[in-house]
């Protein structure tokens, strides 16, 4: 087996690439990464360097890993400002860091790519090897964020510290339309959404849910605008620019989820999801004119309707927000695994993310009491 680094996803092929990606995951597959590193969403402007790593036998593509090396925790969802801010003090050098992971996406998927049955034989070889990128670049740590949970036991058990967080997703229990999935719901839940459903309508909106093949030039353009107002509302950083999206739409035009939400003639706001084979994933979302509850409906609810419509199995609408919970969403854990050089800090690291694990655990806990959906007392009480 050879082993090689690629700064460039184009220098593999895109079928070689894919024929290792799993459900079908938007953001794993070879279009994704090079709609990035094309339209320059990744590289040193916004500091994430890419390090691709790629197994081959034969010269064939056996085994690859998604890598970045960083010189910032920007648009990573796992926050380590702290443990930069120590190394600081310290007088010690947190960056470069090495990270596994798909830029500015918190969703779970692989980060360790191999065919199928091989895993035994190439993670060990992937790990190996990023360790090795880690000691030759100086970098003081490496960082999987958001694998999939196969992943995250195997690195676990090469000695890796485990982070939790908590997203919340909502989950198909097989719901034969929007209704149904409403009876699940206890009363005041129910007729609140209902209520927020009805507000958009009496506001005279159009909603259009669109894929790459039924979007056009315009549609793009509008979205970026609403995408950019939300960065510049928020103070934040718009990464991802128009260039990027109408390459997506061409290239992965089956896995786009498009909803504009249009006043008359006029786009007012819009939200944009991927999917997969099993999984709807809501990532961007904004607006030029405030209507009442018309993010709930274009962010939420749209997309509930969009994974019964098509039999798909789970919703992850994004990172954070607890008011999701009311809307059918449930508190979901989710980890990322982290590898650090230094001695004098892997066991301060490691009480941190204990503790760290305990907290998510317990708050968790507390949001589960909140479930909106009918447990059998309550379905007595109705």
């Given at each position: 087996m050879?082993v ?7 220098e593999?092929t ?11 995951n ?5 279009e994704f990464?090079?709609?990035m590193e ?10 994430w360097?890419?390090?691709?790593i790629?197994?081959y036998e034969?010269?064939?593509?056996i085994?690859?890993?998604?890598l ?5 925790s920007?648009?990573e ?6 443990w ?6 310290a007088?010690?050098e ?8 798909i830029?500015y996406?918190?969703?779970t998927g692989?980060?360790l790519l191999?065919v199928?049955?091989?895993e035994?034989?190439?993670w ?5 090897t990023?360790?090795q990128?880690?000691e030759?670049?100086?970098?003081s740590?490496?960082?999987a964020?958001?694998?999939?949970s196969?992943e995250h036991?195997f690195?676990?058990q ?7 967080d908590?997203?919340?997703?909502w989950?198909?229990d097989d719901y034969r339309d929007f209704?149904?999935f409403?009876n699940r719901?206890?009363?005041?839940k ?5 209520q927020?459903r009805r507000?958009?309508?009496?506001a005279?909106?159009?909603l ?9 030039p315009l549609?793009w ?5 609403f995408?950019?107002?939300?960065f510049?509302?928020k103070?934040g950083i718009?990464t991802f620019?128009?260039?990027f ?5 061409q290239?992965?035009p089956?896995q786009?989820?498009?909803?504009l ?5 006029t786009?007012?706001?819009?939200a944009?999801?991927y999917r997969s084979?099993?999984?709807l994933?809501?990532r961007h979302w904004g607006c030029?004119e405030q209507?009442?509850s018309l993010?709930?409906e ?7 309707e ?8 789970r919703?992850?609408?994004g ?5 999701k919970?009311?809307?059918g969403f449930?508190p979901t854990?989710?980890?990322?695994s982290?590898?650090?050089s230094d001695?004098?800090?892997?066991l301060?690291?490691s009480n ?9 655990a317990e ?7 909140a479930?909106p959906?009918k447990?059998?007392?309550?379905q007595k009480?109705?």
């Open positions: 050879k090689r680094i690629h700064t460039s996803i184009s593999i895109a079928d070689a690439w894919n024929a290792l990606v799993r459900d079908n938007p953001f794993v597959r070879h990464l090079h709609a094309q339209h320059g969403c990744v590289g040193e402007k916004f500091g360097l890419p390090r691709h790629a197994v034969d010269d064939l593509l085994a690859a890993m998604p970045y090396e960083k010189h910032n920007y648009g969802f796992v926050f380590d400002n702290a930069a801010d120590a190394y600081e003090r007088g010690r947190y960056f470069p860091k090495l990270v596994a992971a830029p996406t918190p969703a692989q980060r191999s199928t049955g091989c035994k034989e190439v060990p070889l992937l790990l190996q990023v360790l990128l880690a030759s670049t100086g970098a740590s490496f960082h964020l958001f694998p999939d196969r036991q690195l676990q090469q000695g890796l510290l485990s982070r939790h908590c997203q919340f997703h989950r198909n209704d149904d409403l719901l206890v009363s005041r129910r007729n609140n959404i209902r927020e507000k958009v309508s009496q005279d909106i159009n259009r849910v669109l894929d790459g093949h039924t979007t056009t549609d353009q509008n979205f970026t605008r995408y950019e107002q939300t510049s509302g103070w718009a620019n128009l260039g999206f109408q390459e997506l739409a290239t992965l089956d786009i989820v498009l909803v939400a249009d006043a008359g003639s786009s007012i706001a819009g944009l999801m084979d099993t999984m994933y809501g030029i209507v009442d993010h709930f274009a962010c939420y609810y749209q997309g509930i969009y994974c019964i419509r098509h039999g798909l199995q919703f992850e609408p990172a954070q927000g607890e008011h919970i009311a809307r449930l854990l989710t980890r990322s982290h590898w650090i001695n004098d800090f892997r301060p690291i941190f993310v204990a503790h760290e694990r305990q907290a998510v708050y968790m806990m507390q949001l589960e009491a479930s959906y447990t059998m007392n309550r009480d109705e």
